[in-house]
């Protein structure tokens, strides 16, 4: 007995806006014009909506911002901030509080403006005052402690790196609203100006603007709504450290935890998905993510991406989109993940669909490798 | 009066690394007003002040700003903090090299940094 309602609720509506760059645009008005459209790819207006989550990369009062702004009166108001997990999280919260009818439909938010707003970069999160004063790179030195910790205990070489930044860009360059979709080799990759050892330029996330949303509905409705809904099967979380010094053992991350969860809930295992997201703010994120989720063992990471495996025509079509690395990131990942999973679910996803995909497992990164939460979504198919 | 943060810096400043610790002997990093999981009681004890590298990572500053190594250091009393390797190449700092606490003095607060241990 796990409790999660598997099949319950559904996504029955998904957008994206402004990827890439969106000058002009503040974040709350890239957020409520993908809000509008995830509502209207479901036939409803924002006044339907009577359960918001949120997370704004400045506005911690999001939830109360964005009611006003569309114009929604909700019961419940989420602004869950984990890092760019939050999504997953409230997809979590969205369908017990749908399943347990304290709400109808449920709006999850996101946008951001980071890529051309005026100012440097915005941070959300800063380093604690006992690693402030080492002056790490927030975030890229606690994923290359990360990195480098991988590689000395298993082997993991900055080549298999690059093919998970080579394996991006090729699903990338499918994807018309992909940012970065010009060819990328393994040894540009490879020899690409260091940022923190040894992760370099290319192993690093985008930095762009982008909004996404989603909507949801219990599994009654979502038929009524949308000719193929996506069932919300699993999601499930897990928080482990909050500064990287904090983290038991830096090649093994709470996925383990979030994963096995999801698993029991939807009653699947890593084997029987078909296309798989995960938040790769850098290539070290993928390799981990994989071995965690069950994709293979722990320390296999890096031989498991090898060859294109992850690529397209591989045997495993991860981050379809072209990920954090080659389609887009406004700071936020996680809720990409899911819209992405949504879109493969559908046979919405062009010349990069998944033949057959009726299973999709997304999965999001918060803090410094400090939250995970991992979904699982299936076609009518896999009730 | 218990204020682990500020007593934390104040130890610093006087030259001293100290640490928490349980009564069972669990040691504590970075200092709290209780031990994390169990709520139990902490008290103050010298570091060893030895350990090794856990990992690290040479950050590359865009010049004026000179590159620099963040490191994990895994101290010998089972607690694991952030900090830098001093007295050699950040380069060559490696995963596994013995190191030893040293209190440096930099922008007019004590740090704690670590060196290489002599063999």
Not at chain 1, 15 to 44: C, N, Q, R, Y
Not at chain 2, 56 to 79: F, H, S, Y
């Amino acid at each position: 007995m796990n409790g999660f309602p598997r099949g319950r609720t559904a996504i029955v509506g998904a957008a994206t806006f402004g990827v890439g760059k969106a000058p002009g645009f503040e974040a709350i008005e890239l957020a409520a014009m993908a809000s509008l459209h995830a509502l209207a790819d479901a036939g409803l207006r924002p006044a339907d909506v009577d359960a918001l989550f949120i997370a704004q990369p400045q506005d911690t009062l999001a939830g109360l911002t964005f009611s006003d702004y569309l114009g929604i009166r909700p019961k419940i108001t989420d602004n869950n901030r984990s890092g760019g997990s939050a999504f997953l999280l409230h997809l979590e919260h969205a369908a017990l509080a749908l399943d347990a009818g304290l709400c109808d439909v449920a709006l999850i938010a996101y946008g951001s403006n980071q890529a051309t707003a005026s100012g440097a970069l915005l941070q959300t999160s800063r380093s604690s005052a006992y690693e402030a004063p080492y002056q790490p790179l927030r975030p890229i030195s606690a994923y290359a402690l990360a990195a480098a910790r991988h590689m000395h205990q298993y082997g993991t070489s900055k080549r298999q790196l690059a093919e998970v930044a080579v394996a991006a860009r090729r699903w990338a360059q499918l994807n018309p609203e992909a940012v970065a979709r010009d060819d990328l080799s393994l040894d540009s990759v490879v020899n690409a100006r260091l940022v923190s050892d040894p992760l370099g330029v290319r192993d690093c996330c985008l930095v762009t603007d982008g909004a996404a949303a989603i909507v949801l509905t219990r599994a009654d409705r979502a038929r009524h709504l949308h000719p193929r809904p996506a069932y919300v099967l699993a999601a499930a979380a897990a928080v482990t450290h909050s500064d990287i010094a904090s983290m038991p053992d830096l090649t093994v991350t709470g996925a383990v935890e979030s994963g096995a969860r999801a698993y029991a809930q939807a009653g699947v295992r890593a084997a029987d998905i078909d296309v798989v997201q995960v938040y790769d703010a850098f290539t070290i994120n993928t390799i981990l993510f994989l071995e965690d989720l069950g994709f293979c063992a722990k320390g296999e990471g890096g031989a498991f991406v090898e060859g294109g495996r992850i690529a397209p025509g591989g045997a495993l079509p991860v981050n379809t989109s072209g990920g954090g690395l080659s389609y887009c990131h406004p700071g936020m990942f996680g809720l990409f993940t899911l819209v992405e999973s949504v879109r493969q679910l559908r046979g919405d996803a062009g010349a990069r669909q998944v033949a057959g995909a009726e299973l999709a497992l997304a999965h999001a990164n918060g803090g410094v490798l400090s939250s995970q939460a991992t979904a699982i979504l299936g076609s009518a198919a896999t009730l | 009066m218990l204020q682990p943060d500020a007593e934390y810096r104040s130890f610093l400043a006087a030259g001293r690394f100290m640490l928490q610790r349980t009564a069972e002997g669990r040691h504590v990093f970075y200092p709290r007003v209780a031990e994390p999981g169990t709520g139990a009681a902490l008290q103050w004890v010298p570091a060893d002040g030895r350990g090794s590298v856990y990992s690290v990572t040479v950050v590359r500053a865009k010049p004026p700003a000179v590159q620099r190594n963040v490191a994990l250091i895994d101290l010998v009393e089972g607690v694991r903090l952030m900090s830098r390797v001093d007295g050699m190449a950040s380069e060559d700092v490696r995963i596994g090299m013995p190191v030893v606490a040293k209190i440096v003095v930099e922008n007019d607060v004590p740090l704690l940094v670590f060196v290489p241990q002599v063999q």
